[in-house]
T-cell receptor, first 115, second 111 residues
Framework: AQKVTQAQTEISVVEKEDVTLDCVYE???????LFWYKQPPSGELVFLIR??????QNEISGRYSWNFQKSTSSFNFTITASQVVDSAVYFC????????????FGTGTRLTIIP | EPEVTQTPSHQVTQMGQEVILRCVPI?????FYWYRQILGQKVEFLVS????????KSEIFDDQFSVERPDGSNFTLKIRSTKLEDSAMYFC?????????FGSGTQLSVL
Protein backbone atom coordinates (compact mmCIF):
# COMPACT_ATOMS: atom_id res chain seq x y z
CA ALA A 1 0.00 0.00 0.00
CA GLN A 2 1.11 3.53 -0.71
CA LYS A 3 1.11 6.40 1.73
CA VAL A 4 2.04 10.07 1.53
CA THR A 5 2.55 12.14 4.65
CA GLN A 6 2.57 15.90 4.75
CA ALA A 7 3.11 16.59 8.40
CA GLN A 8 2.76 20.35 8.09
CA THR A 9 -0.93 21.17 8.10
CA GLU A 10 -0.54 24.93 7.87
CA ILE A 11 2.41 27.25 7.38
CA SER A 12 2.47 31.04 7.43
CA VAL A 13 5.45 33.08 6.34
CA VAL A 14 6.04 36.71 5.60
CA GLU A 15 6.37 37.65 1.96
CA LYS A 16 9.87 37.23 0.51
CA GLU A 17 10.82 34.56 3.02
CA ASP A 18 11.79 31.11 1.81
CA VAL A 19 9.58 28.20 2.80
CA THR A 20 9.94 24.43 2.52
CA LEU A 21 7.02 22.04 2.37
CA ASP A 22 7.79 18.52 3.50
CA CYS A 23 6.60 15.30 1.89
CA VAL A 24 7.43 11.77 3.01
CA TYR A 25 6.19 8.76 1.07
CA GLU A 26 5.94 5.02 1.57
CA UNK A 27 5.82 2.40 -1.13
CA UNK A 28 7.16 -1.10 -1.72
CA UNK A 29 7.45 -0.53 -5.44
CA UNK A 30 10.87 0.22 -6.86
CA UNK A 31 9.42 2.27 -9.70
CA UNK A 32 7.20 5.16 -8.73
CA UNK A 33 6.40 8.76 -9.51
CA LEU A 34 6.09 11.72 -7.22
CA PHE A 35 4.03 14.81 -7.91
CA TRP A 36 3.32 18.19 -6.44
CA TYR A 37 0.08 20.04 -7.10
CA LYS A 38 -1.03 23.51 -6.09
CA GLN A 39 -4.65 24.20 -5.17
CA PRO A 40 -5.31 27.95 -5.04
CA PRO A 41 -8.44 29.34 -3.36
CA SER A 42 -10.31 28.98 -6.66
CA GLY A 43 -10.12 25.21 -6.18
CA GLU A 44 -8.44 23.81 -9.26
CA LEU A 45 -5.44 21.48 -9.05
CA VAL A 46 -2.42 22.87 -10.83
CA PHE A 47 0.33 20.48 -11.85
CA LEU A 48 3.76 21.62 -10.65
CA ILE A 49 6.16 18.72 -11.12
CA ARG A 50 6.50 14.98 -11.69
CA UNK A 51 9.62 13.10 -10.69
CA UNK A 52 10.32 9.42 -11.30
CA UNK A 53 12.15 7.21 -8.85
CA UNK A 54 15.16 6.77 -11.12
CA UNK A 55 16.02 10.43 -11.14
CA UNK A 56 17.23 11.87 -7.85
CA GLN A 57 18.52 15.03 -9.41
CA ASN A 58 17.08 18.09 -7.76
CA GLU A 59 15.06 20.38 -9.95
CA ILE A 60 14.68 24.12 -10.02
CA SER A 61 11.99 26.04 -11.85
CA GLY A 62 12.18 29.74 -11.19
CA ARG A 63 11.47 30.30 -7.51
CA TYR A 64 10.46 26.66 -7.03
CA SER A 65 12.85 23.84 -6.25
CA TRP A 66 12.40 20.22 -5.30
CA ASN A 67 14.69 17.99 -3.26
CA PHE A 68 14.18 14.27 -3.85
CA GLN A 69 16.01 11.93 -1.46
CA LYS A 70 15.31 8.21 -1.77
CA SER A 71 17.37 7.48 1.35
CA THR A 72 14.82 9.31 3.48
CA SER A 73 11.80 8.75 1.17
CA SER A 74 11.26 12.46 0.95
CA PHE A 75 10.34 14.85 -1.84
CA ASN A 76 10.41 18.33 -0.37
CA PHE A 77 9.34 21.51 -2.10
CA THR A 78 10.95 24.89 -1.50
CA ILE A 79 9.62 28.26 -2.57
CA THR A 80 12.25 30.98 -2.59
CA ALA A 81 11.32 34.62 -2.04
CA SER A 82 7.68 33.78 -1.46
CA GLN A 83 4.91 35.95 -2.89
CA VAL A 84 1.29 36.43 -1.90
CA VAL A 85 0.22 34.54 -5.05
CA ASP A 86 1.92 31.46 -3.63
CA SER A 87 -0.81 31.23 -0.99
CA ALA A 88 -2.57 27.93 -1.62
CA VAL A 89 -2.86 24.35 -0.47
CA TYR A 90 -0.05 22.23 -1.78
CA PHE A 91 -0.45 18.49 -2.26
CA CYS A 92 2.25 15.90 -2.66
CA UNK A 93 1.19 12.68 -4.42
CA UNK A 94 2.59 9.27 -5.34
CA UNK A 95 1.83 6.93 -8.25
CA UNK A 96 3.28 3.48 -8.86
CA UNK A 97 1.81 2.45 -12.20
CA UNK A 98 3.40 3.62 -15.40
CA UNK A 99 0.71 5.21 -17.53
CA UNK A 100 -2.16 4.63 -15.12
CA UNK A 101 -1.68 7.44 -12.69
CA UNK A 102 -3.70 6.34 -9.72
CA UNK A 103 -2.40 8.97 -7.37
CA UNK A 104 -2.24 8.68 -3.63
CA PHE A 105 -2.38 12.18 -2.22
CA GLY A 106 -1.11 13.56 1.03
CA THR A 107 -3.41 15.62 3.19
CA GLY A 108 -1.96 18.87 1.91
CA THR A 109 -0.20 21.85 3.44
CA ARG A 110 -2.00 25.17 3.55
CA LEU A 111 0.54 27.90 2.86
CA THR A 112 -0.30 31.48 3.68
CA ILE A 113 2.01 34.26 2.59
CA ILE A 114 1.58 37.36 4.72
CA PRO A 115 2.12 40.62 2.84
CA GLU B 1 -2.38 25.26 -23.85
CA PRO B 2 -4.76 22.30 -23.89
CA GLU B 3 -6.70 21.74 -20.71
CA VAL B 4 -9.23 19.43 -19.16
CA THR B 5 -12.64 21.07 -19.02
CA GLN B 6 -15.46 20.15 -16.67
CA THR B 7 -19.10 21.11 -16.61
CA PRO B 8 -20.95 22.24 -14.65
CA SER B 9 -18.73 24.04 -12.16
CA HIS B 10 -21.43 23.69 -9.50
CA GLN B 11 -24.25 21.18 -9.24
CA VAL B 12 -26.91 21.10 -6.57
CA THR B 13 -29.17 18.08 -6.32
CA GLN B 14 -31.62 16.44 -3.99
CA MET B 15 -30.70 13.24 -2.18
CA GLY B 16 -31.70 10.22 -4.23
CA GLN B 17 -31.46 12.00 -7.57
CA GLU B 18 -29.14 10.99 -10.38
CA VAL B 19 -26.37 13.34 -11.47
CA ILE B 20 -24.02 13.27 -14.42
CA LEU B 21 -20.76 15.16 -14.26
CA ARG B 22 -19.13 15.91 -17.57
CA CYS B 23 -15.55 16.25 -18.64
CA VAL B 24 -13.65 16.81 -21.85
CA PRO B 25 -10.13 15.41 -21.43
CA ILE B 26 -7.13 16.67 -23.36
CA UNK B 27 -7.53 15.30 -26.86
CA UNK B 28 -4.41 13.17 -27.27
CA UNK B 29 -4.45 11.74 -23.78
CA UNK B 30 -4.97 8.05 -23.23
CA UNK B 31 -5.97 7.62 -19.60
CA PHE B 32 -8.91 9.32 -17.93
CA TYR B 33 -9.72 9.58 -14.26
CA TRP B 34 -12.18 10.79 -11.69
CA TYR B 35 -11.03 11.94 -8.28
CA ARG B 36 -12.98 13.58 -5.50
CA GLN B 37 -12.19 15.88 -2.61
CA ILE B 38 -14.54 16.18 0.33
CA LEU B 39 -14.35 19.67 1.78
CA GLY B 40 -11.13 20.21 3.68
CA GLN B 41 -9.85 16.70 3.02
CA LYS B 42 -7.36 15.16 0.67
CA VAL B 43 -7.98 14.26 -2.92
CA GLU B 44 -9.06 10.64 -3.39
CA PHE B 45 -8.87 8.41 -6.46
CA LEU B 46 -12.19 7.06 -7.71
CA VAL B 47 -11.60 5.40 -11.06
CA SER B 48 -9.30 5.22 -14.06
CA UNK B 49 -10.42 4.50 -17.61
CA UNK B 50 -8.38 3.30 -20.57
CA UNK B 51 -9.28 1.90 -23.95
CA UNK B 52 -12.99 2.30 -23.26
CA UNK B 53 -13.05 0.36 -20.05
CA UNK B 54 -12.36 0.79 -16.37
CA UNK B 55 -8.75 -0.11 -15.62
CA UNK B 56 -8.88 0.43 -11.88
CA LYS B 57 -11.37 1.62 -9.27
CA SER B 58 -11.26 2.35 -5.58
CA GLU B 59 -13.51 1.03 -2.85
CA ILE B 60 -15.35 4.35 -2.96
CA PHE B 61 -16.47 3.60 -6.52
CA ASP B 62 -19.38 1.32 -5.70
CA ASP B 63 -22.39 0.30 -7.78
CA GLN B 64 -23.87 3.78 -7.50
CA PHE B 65 -21.09 5.13 -9.69
CA SER B 66 -20.47 4.58 -13.37
CA VAL B 67 -18.29 6.14 -16.05
CA GLU B 68 -18.70 6.41 -19.75
CA ARG B 69 -16.96 7.84 -22.77
CA PRO B 70 -20.00 8.16 -24.98
CA ASP B 71 -18.62 9.90 -28.04
CA GLY B 72 -14.83 9.82 -28.08
CA SER B 73 -14.42 13.24 -26.54
CA ASN B 74 -16.61 13.44 -23.45
CA PHE B 75 -15.99 11.47 -20.28
CA THR B 76 -18.81 11.30 -17.76
CA LEU B 77 -19.29 10.25 -14.16
CA LYS B 78 -22.80 9.22 -13.17
CA ILE B 79 -24.02 8.86 -9.62
CA ARG B 80 -27.31 6.98 -9.74
CA SER B 81 -28.85 7.84 -6.40
CA THR B 82 -26.96 10.56 -4.62
CA LYS B 83 -26.37 10.53 -0.88
CA LEU B 84 -25.47 13.38 1.41
CA GLU B 85 -21.94 12.02 1.73
CA ASP B 86 -21.44 12.33 -2.03
CA SER B 87 -21.14 16.09 -1.56
CA ALA B 88 -17.63 16.91 -2.71
CA MET B 89 -15.54 18.47 -5.41
CA TYR B 90 -15.17 16.02 -8.28
CA PHE B 91 -12.10 16.34 -10.45
CA CYS B 92 -11.68 14.85 -13.87
CA UNK B 93 -8.14 14.24 -15.09
CA UNK B 94 -6.33 12.89 -18.09
CA UNK B 95 -2.78 11.78 -18.62
CA UNK B 96 -0.15 11.05 -21.20
CA UNK B 97 3.53 10.35 -20.60
CA UNK B 98 2.97 10.14 -16.84
CA UNK B 99 1.81 13.74 -16.55
CA UNK B 100 -1.61 13.99 -14.99
CA UNK B 101 -3.64 17.12 -15.59
CA PHE B 102 -6.78 17.97 -13.68
CA GLY B 103 -9.83 19.94 -14.65
CA SER B 104 -11.09 22.75 -12.47
CA GLY B 105 -13.62 20.50 -10.78
CA THR B 106 -17.38 20.25 -10.27
CA GLN B 107 -18.62 21.12 -6.81
CA LEU B 108 -21.49 18.73 -6.08
CA SER B 109 -23.84 19.60 -3.24
CA VAL B 110 -26.41 16.99 -2.22
CA LEU B 111 -29.27 18.39 -0.14
Amino acid sequence: AQKVTQAQTEISVVEKEDVTLDCVYETRDTTYYLFWYKQPPSGELVFLIRRNSFDEQNEISGRYSWNFQKSTSSFNFTITASQVVDSAVYFCALATNFGNEKLTFGTGTRLTIIP
Amino acid sequence: EPEVTQTPSHQVTQMGQEVILRCVPISNHLYFYWYRQILGQKVEFLVSFYNNEISEKSEIFDDQFSVERPDGSNFTLKIRSTKLEDSAMYFCASSRNEKLFFGSGTQLSVL
